[in-house]
């Protein structure tokens, strides 16, 4: 079969690029071994995070570096097996959280968190996916004053610097949002700009649904049998009909792209911080209504169409390391205390995913450096879900050679080589 283009992976990043790629005339196969948005962009919060214009750091102080050391937080668990083989990672996410080195990160990251909405509603309004959509920002509540404080001042920063909205709002305005609050908080931080998703793996099968409506294949393949043609032009990926030819190749396989790159001789520091979900019954009575965050232990909880699901915090280990879902059981006293409606647990067992990371906290967006046609999206960490869409243009673009609507120079692999 002839393509003009191959997408490996069929997660947000994946399905967005493909339905760019489709949607500016050039035929995409999109590959996955399972169905589309059934990973990594299945299990998560579903927040389009426009106010995420910093990302994740790693900690700095010493005071801070021995409390998570001790494991029993809620917000980050480790595996101490897996610390030899992930220390020189972390050694390097570190170092780029050092406030000299992070400055320039938040610089470089703006234009892209930017564009997380904007770039998402085309494709809700082409996909017919308003039901899965919920536009009123998102909720930090406080149980401490001197966080919220902190809180707001950062608020009020970003507000300055890179027009992000907030709302302050007090603890009885918050209960007459949410009346199934059961206690008093010391006061919220209202984040106006993000939308959310209600169903996030729903959302990616509407996308999904609008590429193929365009033309666009899609089909279950190994994405690892992606080989070089001989002559050295284009790539080719041998599926159960035959085989796939294209000139241009996208590696979009979230936590799992490093198996590949690394196959294709790129030795790119990519690494994972894992979590867990678990989703419980919506009260009858003052149902949970709003995404919220607990600022103290982490975890965030949102009405989902399955019911609330409660997602945790950052665990490192390794990928494939059994599943150690202690989050799930150390918030959810908390959330039970701050949601006493909270049913009984939906699904049989935690899920797990993994957030796929760098060390910069940006994702590699751009040419493979070493291959010709060849194409990465990967590393999208805490806000795959929100740059999914922004991606696909980006690596639409560079595919046809159109300007890019932001400089890509600062998401480029070459910054690890
Ligand atoms: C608990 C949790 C909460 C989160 N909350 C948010 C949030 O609120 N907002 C946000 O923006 N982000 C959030 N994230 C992060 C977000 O989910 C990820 O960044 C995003 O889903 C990554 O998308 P992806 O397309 O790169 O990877 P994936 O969705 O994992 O897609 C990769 C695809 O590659 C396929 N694949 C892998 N190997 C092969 C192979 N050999 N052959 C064929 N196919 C293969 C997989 O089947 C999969 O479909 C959260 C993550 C977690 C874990």
């Known amino acids: ?31 996955d071994r399972r169905g589309a948005g059934e990973e990594t962009s299945y299990g998560n919060a579903g927040l389009i995070q426009r106010e995420g214009v910093m990302p994740h750091a790693f900690p700095q102080g010493l005071a801070d570096l021995l409390r998570y050391g001790v494991n029993d937080r809620t917000d980050m668990h480790y595996h101490l097996a897996a610390l030899p083989r992930i220390a020189p ?110 169903d996030p793996g729903g959302l990616v099968k509407r996308y999904l649904a609008l590429f193929e409506s365009l033309g666009g294949t899609f089909v279950n393949a190994d994405a690892m049998a992606l080989q070089q043609r001989s002559s050295g032009a284009g790539w080719q990926l041998p599926v159960a009909s035959g085989v796939i030819e294209a000139k241009d190749a996208v590696v979009a396989l ?86 006493p409606g909270l049913g009984t647990r939906v699904d049989a067992e935690p899920w797990k995913g993994a957030r796929p990371i760098t060390p910069d906290m940006m994702p590699i967006i751009g040419p493979a450096p070493k291959h010709k046609g060849l194409w990465f999206a990967i590393g999208h960490a805490h806000h795959g879900m929100t740059l999914g869409p922004a991606t696909g243009r980006l690596i639409a673009e560079m595919v046809t050679g159109d300007t890019p609507f932001i400089d890509p120079a600062a998401f480029s692999a070459t910054r690890f080589m």
């Not at 069929?10 to 035929?27: C, D, E, F, N």
């Not at 404080?149 to 909205?165: C, H, M, Q, S, T």
């Not at 009885?172 to 209202?190: F, M, T, Y």
């Open 1 to 31: 079969m002839q393509a003009d283009s191959i997408v490996l992976g069929a997660g947000i990043v994946g399905v967005s690029i493909a339905l760019h790629l489709q949607m500016r005339g050039l035929s995409t196969v999109l590959v």
């Open 89 to 198: 990672f972390l050694a390097r996410y570190w170092w780029h959280s050092r406030p000299e080195n992070y400055r320039k990160v938040v610089t470089a990251y703006a234009p892209l968190i930017a564009a997380a909405v904007t770039e998402h509603a085309p494709l809700i309004e082409k996909a017919g996916a308003d039901d899965l959509i919920v536009r009123q920002g998102w909720y930090l509540l406080f149980r401490e004053e001197q966080e919220r404080d902190e809180a707001f001042r950062k608020a009020e920063r970003l507000e300055r610097d890179f027009g992000i909205n907030h709302d302050v709002v007090r603890n009885d305005e918050i209960r007459r949002k949410e009346p199934g609050l059961g206690i008093d908080v010391a006061g919220a931080l209202h984040w106006a700009d993000p939308w959310s998703i209600r």
């Open 254 to 339: 979230g936590p799992w792209a490093g198996d590949l790159t690394d196959r294709l001789g790129y030795s790119l520091p990519l690494a994972v911080k894992r979590g867990y979900h678990m989703h419980y019954a919506q009260p009858a009575a003052n149902p949970l209504t709003s995404w919220v965050l607990d600022s103290k232990y982490g975890y965030l909880l949102t009405p989902m169409v399955r019911g609330v699901r409660l997602t945790t915090g950052a665990e490192f280990a390794l990928r494939d390391a059994p599943s150690t879902p202690v989050q799930v059981d150390r918030d959810e006293p908390w959330a039970r205390e701050l949601f």
